[in-house]
């Protein structure tokens, strides 16, 4: 039997293979073409992720370097030792990032409490004193 005759006795078998066969291209086309995220923008996004439903809670920086904050907090007993990466946001730590060592509040998440964040595009764990010397550094 010819193609032609299966899709003369059967149209509607014939077009409903014909869809099957144009959205598998579609999916295939959409999967290639796809733009792969940057690590810069996956940890945006987990940074972003952090802020919108983490838990705030007090740690201490213990050591800062230009791109670098490291800190510890503790979570129900445990105590967590952690660095950031903040060479992206930079912009909102202004000055030395070696004055920024003491006490900060950190933002985790709950079902990962090593997953925490001292700083975000959104939200700073900061004190009001670092804050206060980035506006006065942007005022002059």
Known sequence: MRVLDLVSQYPVAALAAAGVIVASAGVAVFWLARRRLTPAEIEKRRRLRVNQFGRT???????????????????????????QDVSALVGLIGGDPARLVGSVSVKYLRENPANSIVLCEEWSGLPARAMALQAQQAGK
């Open 57 to 83: 809670i007090e740690a201490t920086i213990v050591e800062a370097d230009a791109s670098n904050l490291y800190y510890t907090y503790d979570v129900q007993g445990i105590e967590y030792s952690a660095a």
